[in-house]
């Protein structure tokens, strides 16, 4: 299977990721101004985001000027991680021995809101750090953590201080919400 991308220029050398086009698995077929059909292979990964608008100038493909009606912008996930993760082993050293305040997301690679509070639980472990600690706790693989904290829902974030739960923020919520209740513990 294969998409046509009219009026769409890539370079011969770029890489796409492309696992959100899952339904095309092998290739796209692009058609340029030429309408020559070329196949650019697009190695598996996690996004691809298609950016209509404007772009500024012109790139050359073939030895000829071709405008770009459209931006593919490759968004890098997982690349810089932040927030350490945390598992049943390492829970007692990490979170309840911590002598700091620390931050634990409970999450799950099937989650959507999870996937949308990790940027900023990122941000948060970057502008508090020093005074907090952050980590995440992937449910799936450390059921008996998040049963023995009453974790219902995904995504929660609890605070611990002193290896105590001081306070707890379920669903998917603004930064603020988040440093809100992190400024009342530091």
């Given at each position: ?57 012109s790139v ?20 810089a ?8 082993v ?11 305040p ?54 929660t974030?609890?605070?611990?201080k ?8 379920v ?16």
């Amino acid at each position: 299977m294969a998409i046509l991308l009219e009026n769409l220029t890539i370079p011969r050398a770029t890489i796409f990721p492309a696992a959100t086009l899952s339904p095309i698995v092998g290739s796209i077929s692009v058609s340029p101004i030429s309408k020559r059909r070329e196949v650019v292979k697009l190695p598996e990964s996690r996004g691809l985001k298609i950016s209509s608008g404007r772009s500024s100038g012109s790139v050359s493909y073939n030895s000829r000027l071709v405008r770009r009606s459209a931006r593919i912008v490759a968004e890098a996930q997982d690349t810089a991680v932040v927030v350490a993760p945390v598992t049943e082993v390492t829970w007692k050293s990490d979170i309840l021995e911590s002598d700091t305040p620390v931050l634990v997301e409970f999450w799950a690679p099937w989650c959507g809101p999870c996937r949308m509070i990790h940027p900023i639980i990122d941000e948060l472990a970057k502008e508090f750090a020093g005074k907090l600690k952050c980590y995440k706790l992937n449910t799936d693989e450390s059921p008996n953590i998040p049963t023995e904290y009453g974790v219902r829902s995904i995504p929660t974030v609890i605070l611990f201080k002193d290896g105590e739960k001081k306070d707890a923020v379920v669903g998917a919520v603004p930064k603020s919400t988040l440093a809100t209740s992190i400024e009342k513990f530091l």
